[in-house]
């Protein structure tokens, strides 16, 4: 039997088919844009994310060339989507989401900090509130958008949009509820009334049907099995948000095991019982063990953008000589960084240029490049660039630590990035762990592909996903360059507190 599995994420969406060993028969991309109106105001049209998805699905069956009948099914994750999708009763939808990356809901969340005791909002959901989370985007809706409000039917996530286009199935998975923040009540399980009265958000614009990530939600509709290529009634299963199911495809399941994933952003996570929430961090249930286990992440809004956005400003020349030679233009980058030491020869990055996530959770923060002279190159910057994400992941670690999380030695690293062996080994230097990249890098599609094959039967248990991963041999951290970077660190964690003020300002 086969299996599919599909992840809808921020700058585009990817589908893998395995078999039920986990070998990897093909996979499909495809790239969008995020709709940038404002400065820090980030939104996706949903159609974007229905055609992607249904492109890559047939795309995979056609390459893979399988026999349809013995795809066995269906699992979807997708990045967080913030406020979520607002829809109305015919689920067409209102307005764009306001994605994770939005951070226009500075209002309302100091209307939460002014008038919600903070350990109230913690002791309930197990988070605390920053504009990134869902439930301050559907407020500033709420304040902001009031014709839109009142035609509300529900707030959907982007992945439970596109399952609900193939099924006509509406769902929610426990990570997907969990990581709104704020009306989510972690212990229960189940939307917390109490908050959404605090709140002002009407229980019933949240989806009633609340389950696991190995559920199956629905099956394919007749007049969608020509658009995705599946046979009609193929069962299609929950997942969940990204995060945590890249943290499964690195065969994460144990308290102490622990992954970053780094592509576009940064989500380092950990699984345990939930007994030590840590406050700063995002907490949510796990898309295996749904009800026992919680997935505890921090996470820096960019990393791979740092890179992309460099590429597109300042590496025209890489661009165009990897198209000609067929390498990619961030291979011809990293071996410009292979020439600059450790510490880029004095310059410090901050790597806030969407604003920021844990652990500061200042949407103020802005981007710095601080100690440039006439002596720097292109490529000192660019070192600077990947040192800053790693600086970033460290920052996300240390509050990890400082909460009482388990963590062993060894970081798994998956993601796009993690193709770069000079960044991975930066990752190491930086935070002094021993990281292991994964064989396969498809990380969100292919824990999406185990959560099918557990949703169908096709698979018995979590256990399993332990068959399915395979590991590189760990990169080690080089004690010297640990004891640069240490130095450096200091710098860049005081760059911050003395930039804040200056940055509001701005």
Request: net charge neutral; with cysteine.
């Amino acid at each position: 039997m086969y299996l599919i599995g599909t992840d809808i994420g921020t700058q585009g969406t990817k589908s893998v088919l395995v078999n039920e060993k986990g070998k990897v028969l093909s996979e499909a991309t495809r790239e969008y844009d995020v709709i940038t109106p404002k400065p820090n105001w980030a939104e996706v049209w949903p159609d974007v994310w229905v055609k992607a998805a249904f492109e890559t699905i047939k795309e995979v069956i056609e390459r893979a060339n399988v026999p349809k009948k013995n795809i066995a099914g269906i699992a979807i994750s997708g990045l967080y989507g913030g406020s979520g999708i607002p829809v109305d009763r015919n689920m067409e939808p209102l307005r764009p989401c306001l994605i994770w990356m939005d951070r226009r809901a500075v209002r309302e969340t100091e209307w939460v900090k002014e008038n919600v005791p903070k350990d109230l909002i913690f002791s309930i959901t197990g988070n605390y509130v920053d504009s990134y989370y869902g439930f301050t985007k559907i407020m500033w809706i709420r304040n902001n958008e009031p014709e839109i409000w009142k035609k509300v039917y529900k707030f959907v996530t982007p992945k439970d949009y596109v399952i609900h286009r193939m099924t006509g199935c509406l769902a929610i998975d426990y990570s997907s509820a969990g990581n709104l923040g704020g009306v989510f009540d972690v212990k229960k399980l189940n939307w917390s009334k109490e908050m959404c009265d605090i709140l002002g958000i009407p229980m019933e614009y949240l989806p009633e049907r609340i389950v696991k990530s190995s559920e199956v939600v629905g099956k394919v509709k007749r007049e969608v099995s020509q658009l995705c290529g599946l046979l009609e009634g193929t069962p299609v299963v929950a997942g969940g948000i990204d995060a945590p199911v890249a943290q499964l495809s690195a065969g994460a399941l144990e308290e102490g095991e622990h992954v970053a994933m780094v592509g576009t952003s940064t989500c380092w996570g950990t699984v345990h019982d939930g007994s030590k929430l840590a406050f700063g961090l995002v907490s949510y249930p796990y898309v295996v063990y749904d009800t026992e286990r919680i997935y505890t992440f921090g996470g820096s809004a960019t990393t791979g953008a740092l890179a992309r956005w460099f590429k597109e400003q300042f590496a025209e020349s890489e661009t165009v000589v990897g198209e000609r030679i067929g390498v990619s233009p961030y291979q011809l980058l990293d071996e410009e960084v292979k020439r600059v030491p450790p510490g880029s020869d004095g310059i410090v990055v901050l790597p806030y240029f969407m604003g920021e996530r844990s652990p500061i959770w200042d949407p103020s923060a802005r981007g710095v490049i601080f100690g440039v002279t006439l002596y720097h190159k292109r490529s000192h910057i660019y070192r600077a660039l990947m040192e800053a994400g790693a600086y970033a992941l460290r920052h996300n670690i240390e509050a990890g630590l400082k909460a009482g999380l388990k963590l062993n030695e060894e970081c798994w690293i998956v993601g796009g990035v993690a193709k770069s062996s000079v960044w991975v080994k930066i990752f190491a230097d930086v935070t002094g762990f021993k990281m292991r990249q994964v064989e396969t890098l498809v990380e969100a599609p292919f824990g999406d592909a185990f959560l099918a094959g557990l949703g169908t039967g096709v698979i018995d248990k979590p256990e399993r996903i332990k068959e399915w991963v395979k590991y590189k041999k760990p990169i080690e951290p080089e004690p010297e360059n640990k004891k640069i970077y240490d130095k450096y660190y200091e710098i860049y964690l005081k760059l911050y507190e003395n930039t804040k003020k200056l940055m509001q300002e701005l």
